[in-house]
């Protein structure tokens, strides 16, 4: 069932947005070698509850951390803990805040220190890959024209598409229907209506698309373990036009010339 949301009820998936996305910006300020990852996570659940929000993740079907942190061959939901950040690697700050009923979902992989021109060119094609597909997005159209957006643009460059995980619609739960995958075909799918709020999350490998879960239940690694990006934003669809609710503006900040 597609929750649609009223133009208030985005105004304030509007604020939990933003919330989330100066999270992100505060645990950027943290990515540097020798960081455990213990410590972003910490650095992020106090700033979200010193602000009045609720680290969606903490707790959530039993995740241990207030953030999903995924380093180098992590793909997705790693859980934070005593590994320090190394120059060379990469890391995925996933991060999601509950404010007023209505939720922010957002990701952005950083480069720690000097990495590597092609894996820095996987981050780089990673993120283009998402504002493709939100660019696919538009009112009127079909969930699969994201999907094939993000497809097209890294499998002709090379990369693979994470097929088991995939985007979401978001509001009042983190994760609502539909279901918002990187592969498809356009023209398929549910509808894209006004009112719709939807996290656009591609995760592209360097290798081949093949994943396992490790036995913790929820670390979702490469097989190859080759290295894997990840970024996402939460989009409203709005007036017939497509809003980016979450924002990189603060990542840039931190960031400044190594931004890419
Ligand atoms: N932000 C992630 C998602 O896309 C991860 C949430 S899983 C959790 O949708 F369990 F850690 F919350
Ligand atoms: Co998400």
Known sequence: MI???TPEEIELMRK????TSRTLGEMAKWVKPGVTTHKIDSVAKEFILDNGGRPACLGYGGFPGAVCIEVNETVVHGFPSTYSLREGDIVGLDVVVELDGFNGDMCYTFPVGQVDEKVLALMKTT?????????ACREGGRIGDI???????VERR???VVREMCGHGIGRKMHED????NYGRRGTGPLIKNGMCIAIEPMINLGSRNIVIESDGWTCRTRDRKPSAHYEHTVAVLGGETH???TFDYVKEVLGESYI
């Open 3 to 5: 929750y649609l949301k």
């Open 16 to 19: 939990a947005c933003d919330l």
């Open 147 to 153: 999907a094939n957006a993000v497809q097209t643009y």
């Open 178 to 181: 539909p279901e918002v995958p």
């Open 127 to 135: 993120k283009e890959s998402l504002y493709k597909g939100i660019e």
């Open 158 to 160: 090379g990369y693979s």
């Open 244 to 246: 980016v609710l979450t």
